[in-house]
């Protein structure tokens, strides 16, 4: 007795059958939209999530501007730490009467700043950028009244003073815009 050949197996490739997949994908709740509006294309994507969501959309130009703050405050800082006196005489046109102690506590206070901002140039995170420039925008308006609040007690107003109070009333208009701008949600695609 002869056996008879077999017929070849018909095996069910599920790559190949359209309906087999979106089942399969539909079980594993692969493919389909999440909460937030995306499509996963894997169960590890979607378990681990999308890194690009995570990623910073920046304004054009932040950078640029928290490296120019970044090295004013430092610049100033080591002025104020020193050479005080001089400091005070270029803002205010008299001489620092009293010790310049002061004025290199504010360059010390400076300094911090200039720290944060560093940091805040080298980072990606979104958080951490937003509160260099709060802190930052902060900075401007506290030196803004500050300054302001001076002048009227001595009663003179200097060029070089109403220059300053100019600079950080746009500096703290540039610096919210891009704190703005950078807490905007952005629309999904």
Known sequence: M???PHPPLMKKHSQTDLISRLKSRKILGVGGEDDDGEVHRS???QMLGNEMKFAVREPIGLRMWILI???GFTVMAVMALVFPNQLYEVVFEEELSTTSISVRLYGGALLSLALILWNGLYTIEKTVIQWTLLSEACYFAVQF????ITLMEVGILPNAAILLLVS???FVVV???Y???LG?????I
Do not use: D, G, N
Not at 145 to 148: E, G, M, R
Not at 184 to 188: F, L
């Open 2 to 4: 002869a056996s008879k």
């Open 43 to 45: 169960k590890i994507s």
């Open 69 to 71: 703050s970044a090295v």
């Open 145 to 148: 009244l500050v300054t302001s």
């Open 168 to 170: 950080r009333v746009l």
């Open 175 to 177: 610096t919210m815009a």
């Open 179 to 181: 704190y703005y701008h």
């Open 184 to 188: 905007r949600k952005t629309k999904k």
